[in-house]
């Protein structure tokens, strides 16, 4: 039964939390918080212990739920099935965004997180309904990085690499502002500055559907824990009707006709030039064209899996995968070699425990064989793409020579 009969809230709060009422009768405690703040932990569990809600939203998904709640996860991970479905750069975001706030975390004493896992515990333990109502991490990793350009996505992954690398020191007075914020937020806002296409996914959508899955809750008494970051959009997305947009920025958008056009133009360009080399040419040419093209892709891939210090079966596998792979849009040579890695060298639970501190160090790189996949996937990809050029431009000027 909802609780309605007394007055919601009972008293007021600081600036952290608004009030939203709507016509319908249901009000909103919408909580801002920061993610590695102590005082945003105890204001959280107060408000729940103090309202007795109806519904408590928070925000997190079902991936980011079971990492926080059960932080065991990482047993039941199945990397192979993480490859078979190219997943594998989605989950090595999610670890360097993870890194970054635990390397802050770990400063200021408390976990990332810790506020939301916090609404959900206080949430079970007054029976109160708990809802997830943040979108699906990969969907929002994977519309950012589908809307930024092909410079942008470069400038995405320096930026995140440069912060596993920070060892800038944290005044007392950093401290205490960063206590204040909600800092997954700012940097996604940092990254969104820099990259506008992708922060339309990382905080614009969010903000929508936040709002609406906030607002389709059930009772007329809801608390919503969100990150600071969050409040003013979110704020103002319930003052608007999106829930025609919850199909469109529920899903990955489907790869253009254009691009599949593209993908599988210059793989066909490259075998029809050496078939016309053989006709024009004869076959003695075409071969010598097809063997530089086997050696400018695979000695590449296969010396990116030697500085990733893979498996001599990895090194092999980059090797014999790149000529055929660079051929193909459908699959890279980088999950080739991931999958073989796992294969021959499948990382430990301790590993997986330890990635998050490891993934920020040079010597943590070398010795976590989790990170070792992560190499294994990127080197010998980088290397293959290479080895394209030089190979492509080789077949091309054999071809009108």
Not at 237 to 258: F, H, L, T, W, Y
Not at 352 to 361: K, R
Request: glycine share 8%.
């Amino acid at each position: 039964m909802f609780m309605s009969d007394t007055a919601f809230p009972s008293r007021s709060y600081s600036d952290d939390v608004t009030v939203l009422r709507r016509d319908n009768g249901q009000t909103i405690l919408l909580v801002g918080t920061a993610h590695i703040s102590r005082q945003s932990v105890d204001l959280v569990e107060e408000i729940i212990d103090q309202e007795q809600p109806d519904t408590v939203c928070i925000e997190l998904d079902e991936k980011r739920y079971a990492a926080l709640s059960k932080p065991q996860h990482w047993e039941n991970l199945d990397l192979k099935q993480i490859i078979k479905k190219q997943q594998l750069s989605t989950l090595m975001v999610n670890l360097v965004l993870s890194s970054y706030q635990k390397k802050l975390g770990g400063k200021l004493g408390v976990q990332p997180g810790t506020e939301l896992l916090t609404a959900a515990k206080a949430a079970e333990r007054h029976g109160i309904p708990m809802e997830l109502c943040d979108r699906d991490v990969r969907i929002t990793l994977r519309r950012a990085w589908k809307a930024a350009s092909l410079w942008k996505k470069g400038y995405l992954v320096a930026a995140l690499i440069s912060s596993l690398f920070d060892e800038t020191e944290l005044t007392e007075e950093k401290l205490a502002e960063l206590r204040q914020k909600d800092v997954l937020s700012e940097l996604m806002d940092e990254v969104g500055k820099a990259m506008p296409a992708a922060k339309a996914a990382l905080i614009d959508e969010r903000d929508i559907f936040m709002a609406e899955k906030i607002k389709a809750a059930a009772g007329r008494r809801v608390v919503a824990v969100v990150g600071a970051g969050h409040m003013a959009g979110i704020t103002r997305a319930m003052q608007e009707d999106n829930s025609g947009r919850m199909a469109e920025i529920s899903s990955i958008p489907p790869v253009g006709k254009i691009w599949h056009v593209v993908g599988w133009s210059v793989p066909a360009a490259i075998v029809l030039s050496i078939v016309v080399i053989a006709v024009r040419q004869g076959l003695g040419e075409a071969g010598s064209n097809v063997l530089f093209w086997v050696l400018a892709t695979g000695l590449p891939a296969a010396a990116g899996a030697i500085m990733a210090l893979s498996h001599p079966a990895t090194i092999l596998s980059a090797f014999a995968a790149a000529p055929i792979t660079t051929l193909s849009p459908v699959i890279g040579v980088g999950h080739v070699c991931a999958f073989v890695q796992v294969m021959v060298q499948p990382p430990v639970v301790k590993e997986f425990e330890t990635v998050a501190a490891d993934i920020g160090t040079l010597r943590g790189w070398c010795r976590n064989r989790l990170l070792r996949v992560f190499l294994a996937f990127l080197l010998p990809g980088f290397g293959a793409s290479l080895g394209t050029f030089m190979g492509g431009w080789k077949i091309l000027t054999s071809l009108f020579s």
